[in-house]
């Protein structure tokens, strides 16, 4: 079965950090990039931050600076988004998503899955 979850949401200041964790799970299954998508009002779903297996990361120009992306393969494929100061146009539903490929199965395709998302609220 594969999970995806996140957590670590919840009401932060302005100019506050928070930590989101996302926590990829599938048997069967090895987990290539991992990514973290915001919602935030008034704006189309972006991608904010992703890393690869290798560690590689990219981030949206509207958080480079501000938030570092960050992942423990050791630990179930977690992966951690540490926010700081937080503006008040950060808030929103964060998601994570996984890409997926069976382990023995060269020619499957590779799926994103992704969490139910975290909200993140910022008071001012």
């Known amino acids: 079965q594969v999970q995806v979850v996140e957590s670590g949401g919840g009401l932060v200041q302005a100019g506050g950090s928070l930590r989101l964790t996302c926590v990829a799970s599938g048997s069967g299954y090895s987990i290539n990039a991992m990514n973290w998508h915001r919602q935030v009002a008034g704006k189309p779903r972006e991608l904010a931050a992703s890393?690869?297996?290798?560690?590689?990361?990219?981030y949206s120009e509207s958080v480079k600076g501000r938030f570092t992306i960050s992942r423990d393969n050791s630990k179930n494929n977690t992966v951690y988004l540490q926010m700081i100061n937080v503006k008040p146009e950060d808030a929103g539903v964060y998601y994570c998503?996984?890409?997926?490929?069976?382990?023995?199965?060269?020619?499957?395709?590779?799926?994103?899955?992704w969490g139910q998302g975290t909200q993140v609220t910022v008071s001012s």
């Open positions: 890393i690869t297996s290798g560690g590689n990361t990219n």
């Open positions: 998503s996984a890409h997926f490929k069976q382990i023995g199965r060269p020619t499957s395709p590779t799926i994103d899955y």
